[in-house]
């Protein structure tokens, strides 16, 4: 495996590969890399003859310091993970090499996309996501580039990002990968205790429970049961929201949609959890 600190070195070993007409493949991440990360590894390796890891922690995309400085980093680790599936490139940039000018945010048109859960409950996250990405875009020039579901807003919003700068590169999602129990895996599950993974499972369980509830109960009486519900959980459930998929409105009537989700935000002992799951 081939790594990089400096966006001019990245640049001329990618470009060998570029002008021969081999495609490239790349997965943005934060690193604290698990077997999530590792899955969308192996998709774009399935799909391209070369695949780039990108590790940034970005900071624009914080809206809470805390949150930035307490993210999990273990570069070293990483890197051997990404030995473990024969990455062919890992690019761990600096701050300086991603914002030159300085790190902030651009502003984007993102059609409401970001308007609701996430969006709503960090301001500015999208912003400084897109942002991140349009940079790494430019800099890598990828054909292909892969997103988890786990942040299914970002991926809506990624496509979004796409279109509206025109950029020639295709956006591939990748379903959630779980635990054996269901806990959608994330870097910040690190950061939780055993037995905080196990009361975690609420999540999952009341997003599956949902899907076999459709036909009895409008999403907004879902929505209510699972607040309820949350009531009694060792967790603060910070939003749930069920969503039409393809332009993330909330859902009023089950018939608005051709395919819906279910959202949720969740904090336990300080740590902010995200899960969704399609509905139909
Ligand atoms: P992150 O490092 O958290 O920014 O994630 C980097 C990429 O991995 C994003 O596209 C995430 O959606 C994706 N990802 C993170 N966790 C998972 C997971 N459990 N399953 C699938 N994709 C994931």
């Given amino acids: 495996m081939r790594l990089f600190e400096k966006v001019n070195e990245l640049q001329s070993y990618l470009s060998a590969f570029q002008t021969k007409g081999l495609t490239i493949g790349l997965v943005p991440t934060m690193g604290a890399l698990h077997a999530g990360h590792l899955s969308l590894i192996r998709h774009s390796q399935q799909d391209n003859d070369i695949t780039v ?6 900071p624009t ?21 990404l030995k473990s599936v024969h990455c062919d490139v890992a690019f761990i940039p600096s701050e ?10 651009k502003k984007y048109d993102l059609a409401g996309l970001d308007q609701n859960m996430e969006g709503a409950y960090r301001p500015g996250h999208f912003d400084g996501v897109a942002t991140v990405v349009e940079r790494l875009f430019e800099i890598v020039k990828p054909d292909r580039a892969y997103f988890g579901e786990k942040d299914f807003q970002q991926l809506v919003i990624i496509k979004r990002l796409v279109d509206l700068k025109k950029l020639p ?13 269901g806990l959608a895996l994330s870097s910040r599950n690190l950061r939780l205790s055993k037995t905080d993974q196990e009361k975690a499972l609420a999540i999952y369980h009341s997003l599956s429970k949902v899907r ?7 999403p ?33 009537n089950w018939q608005d949609a051709t395919h819906a989700r ?19």
């Fill in 96 to 105: 300086q090499d991603i914002y030159p000018k300085g790190a902030v945010s």
């Fill in 169 to 181: 590169i295709q956006i591939v999602p990748h379903p959630i990968e779980r635990s054996e129990k």
């Fill in 53 to 58: 890891i990108s590790i940034f922690v970005n």
């Fill in 61 to 81: 995309q914080f809206n809470n310091r805390e949150d930035l400085e307490k993210y999990p980093r273990d570069v070293n680790k990483d890197i051997q993970k």
């Fill in 262 to 280: 279910i959202f949720m935000a969740a904090t336990i002992s300080g740590v902010r959890l995200i899960d969704n799951l399609s509905l139909f």
């Fill in 212 to 218: 076999k509830e459709l036909n009895n109960y409008s």
């Fill in 220 to 252: 907004q009486e879902l929505k209510e049961k699972i607040r309820k519900q949350f009531e009694n959980e060792p967790l603060d459930l910070e939003y749930v929201e069920i969503v039409n998929s393809d332009n993330l409105h909330p859902l009023q």
